[in-house]
Nanobody, 121 residues
């Protein structure tokens, strides 16, 4: 079983920055990737960014050039550096990981509880 705990959310003015962290614990034979999603009230959860085990990254167009995903393998933690924040970035941000529990097994997806980001004018 894998647990994910997000932190770093908060309130910031437009143009400001926040850094989210997602700490993973528990056993995973192979962690395929770690990603960030966000969701607002009445909206579907949307993809923000992903980093795979090789360090390759992908971003949603809406955050490209402003957000940077990274990971610290030693700490089993992924980060999302968010710069030039906009009001429309206001959402609950969730961390997700894809875990292969043992050789030959199908992947299992784990989600964190989320951390709120609020951007004001």
């Amino acid at each position: 079983q894998v647990q994910l705990v997000e932190s770093g959310g908060g309130s910031v003015q437009a143009g400001g920055s926040l850094r989210l962290a997602c700490a993973a614990s528990g056993y995973c034979y192979r962690r395929v990737d770690m990603s960030w999603y966000r969701q607002g009230p009445g909206k579907e959860r949307e993809f923000v960014s992903v980093i795979d085990s090789a360090g390759s990254t992908t971003y949603a167009d809406s955050v490209k050039g402003r957000f940077t995903i990274s990971q610290d393998y030693a700490k089993n933690t992924a980060y999302l550096q968010m710069n030039s924040l906009k009001i429309e970035d206001t959402d609950m941000y969730y961390c997700k990981t894809t875990c292969i529990p043992s050789p030959g097994r199908r992947p299992i997806y784990y989600w964190g509880q989320g951390t709120q980001v609020t951007v004001s004018s």
